[in-house]
């Protein structure tokens, strides 16, 4: 074997050995890490600590029970909403598509707009989502719930503030501050 060829298999080797430790490409994680999760996966993560019963107050002054759990295997948190709208109960269900969070809500206006998180703050702990499309919307400007934020305060408190959208423009928006029932 001639020296360059030589050469040129030390390195190759070399790398490869400096690879396995971490150092090629600049990672400093240990080499039995798991890979840092994305920011919709990891939001999601945060959204499947939410398991429990929560009570909100809504600042139009209605108050709501919801029960979070997840299911499906661990790819699907549901939210039930209970009083909301005097007895009627609403129900939205958030899941990764690929690596887009996204969630569909139920609504008592008899659609379900589906919505695309589109923005992550705080480490995960403020979500907002925008529309994507909906089922049983009769056309584009009939009422239907638009965007939500989510921010999640901490494991006993998170609010949530849901745009309603109808004739080519926002026309209420409120917010719900919620906490963990013992």
Not at 1 to 25: E, K, N, P, Q
Not at 90 to 97: G, V
Not at 121 to 129: H, L, V
Not at 145 to 157: C, G, K, N, V
Request: aromatic share 8%.
């Amino acid at each position: 074997m001639d020296r360059g060829a030589s050469s040129l298999r030390t390195i190759a080797i070399a790398a490869l050995l400096l690879a396995g430790h971490g150092v090629v490409g600049g990672s400093d994680r240990p080499p039995d890490a798991a890979p840092a999760l994305s920011a919709p996966a990891a939001a999601f993560e945060r959204l499947k600590r939410l398991s429990g019963i929560w009570r909100g107050r809504s600042t139009k002054g209605w108050e709501d029970q919801v029960t979070i759990d997840v299911i499906a295997g661990g790819s699907v948190v549901r939210s039930t909403s209970f009083d909301a709208h005097p007895g009627e109960t609403m129900l939205t269900l958030y899941h990764m598509d690929g690596d887009r969070l996204m969630l569909t809500h139920y609504c008592v206006a008899r659609n379900q707009p589906r919505m695309v998180a589109s923005r992550f703050e705080e480490e995960g702990r403020t979500i907002r989502f925008d529309f994507l499309d909906a089922t049983n919307l009769p056309t584009p400007g009939s009422g239907h719930m638009h965007s939500s934020i989510l921010q999640l305060r901490d494991d006993a408190h998170f609010t949530s503030r849901w745009t309603w959208f109808q004739d080519g423009k926002e026309s209420w928006m409120e917010e719900i501050v919620y906490e963990r029932q013992r």
